[in-house]
Every structure is written in structure tokens, then in C-alpha cells.
């Protein structure tokens, strides 16, 4: 079982920046492809960002068309933790933030991962 919690979200003006934190328990932490998604109201939940164990000491990192060059994920696996970094933000990135973690076979599919946080909420304005 894994327990994800999120942090870090906020009320920021258009170009703005903020960082997600997302907590992870469990000893498996490096192992887990962890992602970040996001639902804005009245809209499905998106793929933003993921780190993708590769079966090594080696991660790789995918992020959608939308945000490619304003977020960069990145994971401290000493501290269980993985980050979203978000600049140059922009009021279409209004939306509640999903940490999720994922043991198998993971892709930007929100129904591949295994376990969610409770979600941090991210307000732009313009």
C-alpha cells in the first residue's frame, strides 16, 4: 500500500511559478513510475507529467504537449518525495493536481497507476 499527499498548490498570477510536492510511504518509492495529472472543473482528468523507472537507476521523464518547457518533474527518492515545478504559468492550468504512483506497466493513461493523493488545488489568474 502506498499513500501519496500532495502539496504546494495556490493562488498564483498568470507567469507565476509554483512547486507541487507529493509525499510517498512505502520502501519501494525508487521503483514506482510517479505521475502527475490534473482535472480542471468540467473536464476529464489530464496526463501532465511522469518519472518512469526504467529497470535501473535511470528515470525517464514525459510531459504533455501542453505544458513541455514550463513543468519539469523531477523525484527525491531519499525523501520519498516527487516535485512538479511549474513556470510560466497560464490561467488554463487552473485545475486540481493528482499525484499518482504506479507499479506495473505505466503510461499516460490515468487508469494504468495504482494509487492517488488527494490533490492540491492550482488557481491561475490572469
Known amino acids: 500500500q502506498v499513500q501519496l499527499v500532495e502539496s504546494g498548490g495556490g493562488l498564483v498570477q498568470a507567469g507565476g511559478s509554483l512547486r507541487l510536492s507529493c509525499a510517498a510511504s512505502?520502501?519501494?518509492?525508487?521503483?514506482?513510475?510517479m505521475g502527475w495529472f490534473r482535472q480542471a472543473p468540467g473536464k476529464e482528468r489530464e496526463f501532465v507529467a511522469r518519472?518512469?523507472?526504467?529497470?535501473?537507476?535511470?528515470?525517464?521523464?514525459d510531459y504533455a504537449d501542453s505544458v513541455k518547457g514550463r513543468f519539469s518533474i523531477s523525484r527525491d527518492n531519499a525523501k520519498n518525495t516527487v516535485y512538479l515545478q511549474m513556470n510560466s504559468l497560464k490561467p488554463e492550468d487552473t485545475a486540481v493536481y493528482y499525484c499518482?504512483?504506479?507499479?506495473?506497466?505505466?503510461?499516460?493513461?490515468?487508469?494504468?497507476?495504482?494509487?492517488w493523493g488527494q490533490g492540491t488545488q492550482v488557481t491561475v489568474s490572469s
Open positions: 512505502g520502501r519501494t518509492f525508487n521503483s514506482y513510475t
Open positions: 499518482a504512483a504506479g507499479s506495473g506497466r505505466t503510461t499516460t493513461n490515468a487508469g494504468s497507476y495504482d494509487y
Open positions: 518519472s518512469r523507472w526504467t529497470g535501473v537507476n535511470i528515470y525517464y521523464l
